[in-house]
């Protein structure tokens, strides 16, 4: 027991040493020291995966930043080295400037809340409280219709109840909204059901080639026929993740005559079935998650 003890401090040690989490103590034993072991191995690997996570996110959100970054310091050094240049032109350019700050800004947000889902699902793998997923959605969709107030969002929305974290939940319900109002057709309408679990959000718009559906929810990839609209990319990678850490599942489908079909999918329990904890607190919070791009 002695050796086993001190082979899981001279780990530990060595973890907090290098910062590198892949070592791992043989158990072998299922008295308390093994239990702890495994227990220890589990931490483990669940800190490598984080980090594992984590680097790819930066390397990805690295290459992402250099197209806008030099797009961006090009226009300011033509203002800079052409003070005299038409007033005309000179707003042109500054439009640019404000449009790709614009951008910047909702990148390095969306990276942030990816990171985010990470690191809380790191340091609070199994917290999960009663949500109210029809109030989350009903605050989701007041703040879609706030910042898209030329789409017509319609909802029928039954009660359903699900264990999880309602502020990341907002967040996932008004991505797929934003989403669907901004892919939408222009004065269009989006159609949002939910029921026993399932939520789906239906656009009119001109859909998804069917060779981009399965890469849809891929952090940073825009579709072809996307690219010219403002966004990040992000926004449906951030969906996925909310959905997985639930235990669900989201995909995307061409919507019977036209437009595309979001269907987000997660474990639904009558109320008696759930945890005891309190109502996740500020629902409201899902009202203003979204950072949409103007309308």
Same mark, same amino acid.
């Given at each position: 027991?002695?050796?086993?003890?001190?082979?899981?401090?001279?780990?530990?040690?060595? +973890?907090?040493?290098?910062?590198?989490?892949?070592?791992?103590?043989?158990?072998?034993?299922?008295?308390?020291?093994?239990?702890?072991?495994? *227990?220890?191995?589990?931490? &483990?690997?669940?800190?490598?995966? *984080?980090?594992?996570?984590?680097?790819?996110?930066?390397?990805?959100? *690295?290459?992402?930043?250099?197209?806008?970054?030099?797009?961006?310091?090009?226009?300011?050094?033509?203002?800079?080295?052409?003070?005299?240049?038409?007033?005309?032109?000179?707003?042109?350019?500054?439009?640019?400037?404000?449009?790709?700050?614009?951008? &910047?800004?909702?990148?390095?947000?969306?990276?942030?809340?990816?990171?985010?889902?990470? =690191?809380?699902?790191? =340091?609070?793998?199994?917290?999960?409280? #009663?949500?109210?997923?029809?109030?989350?959605?009903? =605050?989701?969709?007041?703040?879609?219709?706030?910042?898209?107030?030329?789409?017509?969002?319609?909802?029928?929305?039954?009660?359903?109840?699900?264990?999880?974290?309602?502020?990341?939940?907002?967040?996932?319900?008004?991505?797929?909204?934003?989403?669907?109002?901004?892919?939408?057709?222009?004065?269009?309408?989006?159609?949002?059901?939910?029921?026993?679990?399932?939520?789906?959000?239906?656009?009119?718009?001109?859909?998804?080639?069917?060779?981009?559906?399965? @890469?849809? !929810?891929?952090? !940073?990839?825009?579709?072809?026929?996307?690219?010219?609209?403002?966004?990040?990319?992000?926004?449906?990678?951030?969906?996925?993740? +909310?959905?997985?850490?639930?235990?669900?599942?989201?995909?995307? @489908? =061409?919507?019977?005559?036209?437009? #595309?079909?979001?269907? &987000?999918? &997660?474990?639904?329990?009558?109320?008696?079935?759930?945890?005891?904890?309190?109502?996740?607190?500020?629902?409201?919070?899902?009202? *203003?998650?979204?950072?949409?791009?103007?309308?």
């Amino acid at each position: 027991v002695l050796f086993r003890s001190a082979r899981l401090a001279a780990l530990a040690e060595r +973890v907090t040493e290098t910062g590198d989490p892949a070592g791992r103590v043989d158990v072998g034993r299922a008295d308390e020291v093994g239990r702890l072991a495994t *227990s220890f191995n589990t931490m &483990l690997e669940a800190l490598q995966r *984080s980090l594992a996570a984590q680097r790819q996110l930066i390397s990805d959100a *690295s290459h992402e930043l250099r197209t806008p970054m030099t797009s961006l310091r090009v226009n300011c050094e033509l203002l800079a080295a052409a003070p005299g240049i038409p007033e005309s032109e000179r707003q042109e350019v500054l439009s640019r400037i404000v449009a790709q700050i614009a951008e &910047l800004s909702q990148l390095v947000t969306s990276v942030t809340e990816l990171a985010r889902g990470e =690191a809380r699902e790191a =340091a609070e793998p199994g917290r999960a409280r #009663t949500v109210p997923l029809h109030d989350v959605v009903a =605050a989701s969709l007041d703040g879609a219709r706030r910042d898209w107030p030329r789409t017509a969002f319609s909802a029928e929305l039954e009660p359903c109840v699900v264990a999880g974290q309602a502020d990341r939940l907002g967040i996932a319900v008004r991505n797929l909204l934003d989403n669907a109002a901004k892919f939408g057709s222009p004065d269009g309408s989006v159609e949002v059901r939910l029921r026993g679990g399932e939520l789906t959000v239906r656009d009119r718009g001109t859909g998804i080639a069917p060779a981009d559906l399965p @890469q849809v !929810f891929d952090r !940073f990839y825009r579709a072809p026929a996307a690219r010219a609209v403002p966004g990040s990319g992000l926004g449906l990678a951030i969906v996925r993740q +909310v959905a997985e850490r639930h235990g669900g599942s989201v995909e995307a @489908q =061409a919507a019977p005559g036209g437009g #595309t079909l979001l269907r &987000l999918r &997660l474990p639904a329990a009558a109320p008696g079935q759930l945890p005891s904890p309190p109502p996740e607190p500020g629902l409201a919070v899902a009202a *203003s998650a979204g950072t949409p791009e103007p309308g």
